[in-house]
């Protein structure tokens, strides 16, 4: 048994130093960057203005970036680079944009100005409104969500954009073993219907998921070394007989399970959040700069493989990372404010082996190094027709 999986491994090495010589005989290959996109959390009061923060991100190959708003400061300071924006339409919107007027005027105002200089592929509209006691909200979502894409449509957007909602892991009832998986009985009249939306327009369905959490809770029933994508004996689903070494992965096929169970095997599943803290309070076990760095590392080396799910092992796992900042104004628990992967400073909160750069200060547009260039112009102009004249 040893001898076969360590002859198993010597051959997947053999196999990944081809890989890497193959991937070094293409330089193009690197250009594409990092496959993982990052949360771009901002309840915060300390952090970078957006134009250095596009330094950053541009230093570390990230090239999708998630936002809850739209920001037109950060929508303006990525104008004319490689990244793809999410943009998000926040929960407390739902109620006016299911006036098809106040949708179009949204679209209008936050995302056209902006869209032919910056990449606006993805309109998440709530984040985790199942996960609200707040019924009208639920019953709004999908009437929301339709009158944002037929805004889209009539704008002639809804090729670039895709319309698509964010949910918490908890609207699953059921998720062990993951091809047990199902939504809760109570949201089944609401999910439903907006799968069948999310099938019509080809958009992906969109879970946060925290295996931090389901570690936190049960740290003596759940293997750290499971959550952390650590090596582990992990385990198996009786049903498929599918080999779970990570608790994340199961978690999506967990959904992929439960919109299978109504009805749809024609929807992608990805994840718009996850990640792990690096602090927390006295009672939120595991979360520890060691632990993060793990999970975050160890699924960074995941996602570079373009590695499935057990279930779904031809779709590389598709991830936004929460966070790139520290938050220092969100609410309590402590571990809230203590997901990012920076410091407001720049510096790293643990060592990931990204090189990441933020700068001091950067000129904040084009316009204005051309304005400055414009006048230094114009005054040695003067000056020099000064000169001229006193011959
Ligand atoms: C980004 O890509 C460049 C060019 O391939 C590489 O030199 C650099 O190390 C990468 N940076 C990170 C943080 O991965
Ligand atoms: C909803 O629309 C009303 C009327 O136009 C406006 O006063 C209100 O501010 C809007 N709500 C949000 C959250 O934008
Ligand atoms: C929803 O209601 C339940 C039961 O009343 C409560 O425990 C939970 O904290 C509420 N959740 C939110 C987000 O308000």
Known sequence: MANSRSAMISSFFFFKVILLLLTISDSFVQIRGLGVGINYGQIANNLPSPSRVAVLINSLNVSRVKLYDADPN????????????????????????????????????????????????????????????????????????????????????????????????????????????????????????????????????????????????SPNEIPLNYVLFQPNSGMIDPNTNLHYDNMLYAQIDAVYAAIKQLGHTDIEVRISETGWPSKGDPDEIGASPENANLYNGNLLKRIEQKQGTPAKPSVPVDIYVFALFNENLKPDPASERNYGLYYPDGSPVYNLGLQGYLPDMVIESKSNALSVGFIVYVVSWLICSWEISRL
């Not at 098809?100 to 409104?129: C, D, H, L, M």
């Not at 998986?181 to 999910?191: E, M």
């Open 74 to 217: 950060v929508l303006a300071a990525f104008s004319n680079s490689n990244v793809e924006f999410v943009i998000g339409l926040g929960s407390e919107y739902l109620q006016n944009m299911t006036d098809p007027f106040k949708a179009q005027a949204w679209i209008q105002q936050r995302v056209q100005p902006y869209i032919s200089q910056t990449k606006i592929t993805s309109i998440t509209v709530g984040n985790e409104v199942f996960n609200s006691n707040d019924t009208q909200l639920m019953q709004n979502l999908l009437p929301a969500m339709k009158t944002v894409y037929g805004a889209l449509v009539n704008l002639g957007l809804n090729q670039q954009v895709t319309v698509t909602s964010a949910h918490s892991f908890n609207i699953l009832g059921n998720s062990f073993p993951p091809s047990s998986g199902s939504f809760r009985q109570d949201l089944v009249q609401y999910i439903q219907p907006l799968l069948n939306f999310h099938a019509e327009i080809k958009s992906p369905f969109l879970i946060n998921a925290y295996p931090f959490f389901a570690y936190m809770y």
